[in-house]
C-alpha cells in the first residue's frame, strides 16, 4: 500500500506532481487566460465587493494560509489576515457580512478551525473551506469551497496537502484578480501557463533527491536548526522548520531572514545549520545579505537556489537547485528539497516517520 516507498510520507511527497496536477484538473485555462472555481462560483460576484479575506487555520494549514496572503494581496489587491483558529475563535473577532472567512484544513475536522468557521459565520461572514477530505465537518459548515484533491493523506506530516492548498490559493488569488479586474488577461493567460507547467517541475525537484540525502547524513546529528526566507518563501521557511521538528525531533525554527538579527542571530554557530530559500526573486540581494550574516558568525548554510545559480553556491555548504519560476510559484516547488531533506534525517535518525510521537493525524479537540 506504500507503493514500493518504505514509508508513506516518501509515497505521498513523490505524489506531489500528480496531486497538484488533480486540484488544478479542469480548473485552469491557460489558453483563454480563464480559472473557474465550480465550488464558489455562486459568490463570484460578491468578491468584487470584498473588504477583505481573513484566513483561519492550524499547524502546516496556517502556513499555507500565509503563502495565500502573499498571492491574494499581490494578484487581487484584497487586504488579507491570517489567524491561528485558535486565537482568532477567542479574541471578539470583528467581522462583518462583506468579510470572506477562507477556513484552510486538509482533514475538515480541526476542531479550533470548526470552532472559527462557527463564530465568523454567526457574525454574518461569508465561509470558504479549502479542504482535502471531501464531505468532512468543514465543507458542511462552510457556504462554498474548494476541494484540494490531493488524496488521502496517511503520514502525520502533512506534505502532499500542503502543497494542493497552496496551489488551490494560488488559483483563488487568480480567480479573485479576475474578477476585480484586478490582473489582465495576457498576465493571467501567462500565468496560468505557467501553473499548469508546476506539476511537471515539481517532478523535477525530486532529481536532487540523491544529493539532499548526503546533506542529510551531515546534519543529522544538530540540536537545532534554522529556517529563514522572506516573501512567501518566509511561510516556506515555517513549513520546512515545522516538518523537521515533528518528524525529527530536531528544534528548527523559521523566521523571515531580516528578522534573523532582532533574536536568532545569537544562536549561530557552526553547530547550527541554516536553511535558506534564495531562490532568484524580488528579495534575492536582500537574502543574499543575510547568508553573508550568517557566514560571518561561522554559520553552516544549506540554500535552496534557483538552477544555474552561481552566486549563493560560492557562499553557502550546500545548495540545492529548483527550476526557475515567477516569484508566485515558488513555494510550490522550494517546499519540495524541504520536505525531502526532513525526511531523510528522520529516517537516519531512526524515527517513526509516518507516525511521530506525540501527534495525531486530526486534531479534533482544542
Ligand atoms: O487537518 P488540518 O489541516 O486542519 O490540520 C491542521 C494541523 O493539525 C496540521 O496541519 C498539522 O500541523 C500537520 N500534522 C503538520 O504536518
Not at 475538515?108 to 479549502?130: C, H, N, Q
Not at 488569488?173 to 490582473?183: D, E, K, M, S
Request: charged share 20%.
Amino acid at each position: 500500500e506504500k507503493g514500493g516507498y518504505d514509508h508513506f510520507m516518501l509515497k505521498e511527497i513523490y505524489e506531489q506532481p500528480r496531486s497538484v496536477g488533480d486540484c488544478l484538473r479542469g480548473r485552469i485555462y491557460p489558453d483563454r487566460g480563464l480559472v473557474q472555481l465550480g465550488g464558489i462560483k455562486e459568490y463570484a460576484e460578491k468578491l468584487k465587493n470584498i473588504d477583505r479575506i481573513i484566513i483561519v487555520a492550524c499547524g502546516t494549514s496556517w502556513h499555507a494560509g500565509l503563502v495565500g496572503e502573499y498571492l491574494i494581496e499581490e494578484y487581487a489587491r484584497v487586504p488579507v489576515e491570517v489567524e491561528y483558529a485558535s486565537e482568532f475563535r477567542y479574541r471578539n473577532p470583528i467581522i462583518t457580512e462583506k468579510d470572506v472567512v477562507i477556513a484552510i484544513s486538509q482533514s475538515g475536522e480541526t476542531a479550533d478551525t470548526m470552532a472559527a468557521i462557527e463564530l465568523a459565520k454567526e457574525r454574518g461572514a461569508t465561509i470558504f473551506g479549502i479542504c482535502n477530505v471531501v464531505g468532512a465537518s468543514i465543507p458542511r459548515l462552510s457556504h462554498a469551497g474548494v476541494y484540494t484533491h490531493a488524496g488521502p493523506e496517511i503520514g502525520v506530516a502533512s506534505t502532499k496537502a500542503f502543497t494542493a492548498q497552496v496551489t488551490a490559493l494560488t488559483m483563488l488569488a487568480f480567480y479573485t484578480a479576475q474578477q476585480r479586474g484586478a490582473i489582465t488577461e495576457s498576465k493571467l493567460i501567462e500565468y496560468l501557463t505557467e501553473l499548469n507547467n508546476i506539476p511537471a517541475l515539481i517532478q523535477k525537484t525530486f532529481a536532487a533527491n540523491d544529493h539532499i540525502k548526503t546533506i542529510s547524513e551531515e546534519y543529522k546529528d544538530a540540536s537545532n536548526c534554522l529556517f529563514l526566507g522572506r516573501g512567501s518563501s518566509f511561510p516556506v521557511a515555517l513549513e520546512g522548520a515545522l516538518k523537521l521538528k515533528e518528524i525529527s525531533y530536531i528544534h528548527a525554527e523559521g523566521y523571515p531572514a531580516a528578522e534573523m538579527k532582532h533574536g536568532p542571530i545569537a544562536l549561530i554557530d557552526a553547530d547550527m545549520p541554516v536553511v535558506f530559500i534564495a531562490t532568484q526573486n524580488s528579495s534575492y540581494e536582500k537574502v543574499i545579505s543575510n547568508i553573508q550574516e550568517v557566514k560571518a558568525r561561522g554559520g553552516r548554510v544549506i540554500a535552496i537556489v534557483t538552477e544555474g545559480d552561481t552566486i549563493v553556491r560560492d557562499m553557502a555548504e550546500h545548495t540545492i537547485e529548483i527550476p526557475e519560476v515567477s516569484e508566485a510559484f515558488v513555494p510550490l516547488l522550494a517546499t519540495i528539497p524541504l520536505q525531502l531533506l526532513s525526511y531523510h534525517i528522520a529516517v537516519l535518525r531512526g524515527c517513526n516517520v509516518d507516525q511521530p510521537r506525540n501527534l495525531a493525524k486530526s486534531v479534533t479537540v482544542e
